[in-house]
């Protein structure tokens, strides 16, 4: 096996992400029912396991990369035409708002009292700002960057010191900053007006090349700036009627929305792993096993996972509709919910066989309540377990948690749960039938929207 060790920064500060060779979000709203679709598909659940890892790794490819932090020293495995985080992560979102205020330290020590060891923080969101002074010719033209982190390379280097690895967030084609500067690249209707979401925020075109370079662009350039892997959100086509009748310059009949996001992937691949970028997406866990969910978002969930280094399916309980897994009410079924979405992935991969490298899977789970879903319950420490739970169970090793708004304070105690192998009542009761129910054929809606949460 050849092992090469580089010494200090790679590129003047391009750190060659990590994850794990093992075996999730759009922003926070209120449910929309302008933009809440439902379908119904029967979802057949496997209780096989899959090992992640059952694909060989050609060990000639294998990099370490030893950074300049005493805490930091990652690998990295080039698998096929994906290459392969070495590191289990765990972690949490943080907006830019957050990263610069004085909550950022208050985060930063959950993450470094427990087994966590990793953020996901907006480069760009969902309202198109890129949250610090970017070197982007375009981003600094439209006047896109807000410094809600005052110096993101010094943030990133003391996140680094305490041994946590900084996935960077990049919306993709929900940008009314792009789409408001550069008409040509806005989706439109056929009356000339722009495709919006609840909120009228405007989408630009995700057929269009110029829109991938300048994405790309900035996974670049805030790799330089020192974050450890890129993740793509809101990298599908918009939902509702005036998504349906936008003009997308192409013949949707020959050139269909997954066909259009795996050309995106393809070009993502092979642009960012020429620098050994890593880099991953946010999917809807709905798209696992649905035909009907995968034609309107695009999100194609077997194939994007042999062109994406990591996916992150948002497989959240309250974005699951009744009966789904067997389930009456997904969202107060935390554990029969994550376990069914995470069988069923191993059962959709299973089909690529062994000899095709497939993407790391590591799922966002639901930090927060969901009180707009009928039936909800409330979210704590015991759900959250429940979740964390059902992940392992399923033979995945790797988490996120979201929430919008960036309140974890239950999350050290679920942990604490898990370590002691702690018991609850109640709803575990639910949860322990619901694990039967997974293994069945069900029928139910899902919800899908233009919304994270």
């Known amino acids: 096996m050849m092992k090469k060790l580089i010494s200090g920064l790679l590129l003047s500060g391009l750190l060659i992400g990590c994850g794990q060779p093992t075996s999730n979000p759009e922003s926070q709203t209120s449910n929309d029912s302008s933009s809440v679709a439902e379908t119904k598909d029967t979802l057949t659940v496997s209780v096989d396991s899959v090992k992640q890892d059952s694909v060989k790794i050609d060990t000639d490819t294998v990099a370490e990369v030893a950074i300049p932090h005493p805490k930091i020293v990652r690998k990295t495995y080039k698998a096929g035409n994906l290459i392969r985080p070495s590191m289990k992560v765990k972690g949490i979102y943080i907006t830019g708002p957050t990263a610069g205020t004085k909550r950022m330290k208050e985060l930063v020590e959950l993450i470094t009292s427990t087994e966590m060891n990793a953020i996901v923080l907006d480069i760009k969101n969902d309202g198109g700002r890129i ?75 995700p057929y269009k090349k110029e829109v991938w370079d300048y994405l790309c662009a900035l996974a670049e350039q805030a790799t330089l700036d020192g974050f450890d892997e890129i993740q793509f959100d809101y990298v599908r086509f918009p939902i509702g009627d005036d998504a349906n009748k936008a003009d997308y310059g192409v013949d ?34 709905t798209v696992i096993g649905s035909d009907t969910d995968r034609d309107r978002t695009g999100q194609d969930y077997v194939d994007l996972a042999t062109k994406a280094d990591v996916l992150y399916p948002m497989i959240y ?64 420490s015991v759900q959250l377990k429940q979740q964390i739970q059902a992940v392992y169970d399923s033979g995945y090793e790797e988490w996120i948690l979201w929430n919008a ?36 054929a069900t029928t139910g809606a899902t919800r899908i929207n233009d919304n994270k949460e």
């Open 252 to 285: 949707l009949k020959t050139y269909p929305r997954e066909d259009g996001l795996n050309d995106f992937f393809d070009y993502a691949n092979n642009r960012l792993h020429k620098k050994d970028i890593v880099f991953g997406a946010d999917l809807f866990g």
């Open 131 to 205: 949250t610090y002074k970017i070197d982007n010719a375009l981003a600094q033209e439209m006047g896109a960057c807000i410094r809600y982190v005052r110096d993101m390379p010094g943030l990133i280097k003391d996140l680094h010191e305490k041994g946590i690895y900084v996935i960077g967030r990049i919306v993709c084609f929900k940008d009314p900053v792009l789409a408001k500067n550069k008409p040509d690249l806005a989706l439109c209707k056929p009356n000339g007006g722009p495709v919006t979401d609840g909120k009228g925020q405007p989408w630009v075109n």
């Open 405 to 440: 708004s960036n309140r974890y304070g239950y999350v050290k105690q679920a942990l604490a749960l898990m370590k002691n192998n702690g018991k609850s009542s109640g709803n575990e009761k639910a949860d322990s039938t619901a694990k039967n129910d997974t293994t069945q």
């Open 317 to 380: 309980p309250s974005h699951y509709g009744p009966r789904t897994f067997g389930l009456d009410v997904p969202d107060a079924h935390p554990y029969g919910t994550i376990k069914g979405a995470m069988q069923l992935s191993q059962k959709q991969l299973q089909t690529l066989g062994d000899s095709i490298p497939v993407a790391t899977i590591r799922p966002w789970l639901q930090c927060f309540s969901a009180p707009w879903v009928k039936g909800h319950i409330t979210y704590g």
